[in-house]
């Protein structure tokens, strides 16, 4: 069974074969993200506007790598939230127009849960009950797993997620966009003890917070230029110098990182699952990695980096996995975006 995925919900507009579930026949990405580094961060419309002009060449290109053409394909998956309304919007609009001409079924995907799918697409795929830390630029969430669609979210993020963190750190410092490659980059040239960062403590052991951290971060950077809560965090990064730059972003890195890894540990404990997985942008980082395969007592999985951001594939994996179970596709005629969807 093959499903074609359309994924458009932030600045990588993203189409996948994947058959089964579990193997990726083709995957094609284009990505605005070089256009909204100039600005150090997405623009929206300039998102929806790459998304119009590159959607059709990515369908194409998934046709072309694969060979198949549209009697192969079996029904079509797109992300309708959550994400940036016009983003989404050109992603869903071609899905639904595509079921409707082609005749092919269609499914509403829900983008984060999408993401935990990334590790369906590496061998072997994970068994229920399973655990999932799912950390993007848009959300840091704990969920267990009992069965496909059926979860409990264990915590959340109350204020940013952990790659918003990522990106705006590197904004105080002066680090590119965006900033999980940036800071992870710069953090191994730095002392990840070098500087004391808080650890939130939440009501909800499992929840997030990621914003004290953040100011944190600042107040840090101004410390060490010699300012006070004054000096504008758009100063900071040319008075800093580069070893004060890397020393924060591994300081800022470990906290991070530590702050998911136990909330993890603890998880797993609680939950005793078979296998607990890593998902999101934020999963393609490597002290991430290190620090879950060293401090977990199960070996964790993680898909390749090009799988943990966002991409077609782990749509059309979920895609596959609710046609196998049986869940109903959307109205092609109706569906619409929901750019606040939850877990
Ligand atoms: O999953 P994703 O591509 O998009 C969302 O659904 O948000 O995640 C993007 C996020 C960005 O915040 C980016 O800075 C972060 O993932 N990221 C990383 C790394 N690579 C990407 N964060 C830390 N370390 C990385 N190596
Ligand atoms: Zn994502």
Redesign the pocket.
Known sequence: MNILGIES??D?TAVAIVANGTTVISSAIASSMQIHALYGGVIPEIAARSHIESINSVIDQVFIDSGLNWDDIDGIAVTNGAGLTGSLLIGLLVARTLAIVKNKPLYAIN?VEA?MYSNYLVDPPPKFPLLSLIV????SQLVLFENHGKYVVLGQTVDD?I??A??KVAKIIGLPY????S??QAAKRGDPNKYNLPKAKLTNKYDFSFSGLKTAVLRCAQQVVGGDFRLSSTEIPTLLNNQQRYDIAASFQRIAVETVVEKTIAAYKEFKPKNVVIA???A???E?RQQMTERLPIKITYAP?AL???NGAMIASLGCFMVMNGVEPADPYTLGVEPNLKM
């Open positions: 919900s932030c990588e983008h993401h993007s630029g848009g959300h997620a790659g918003e990522f990106d965006p900033g999980g490659p800071v992870a999101g942008g934020v393609a980082n490597q991430l980096p943990c951001t966002d």
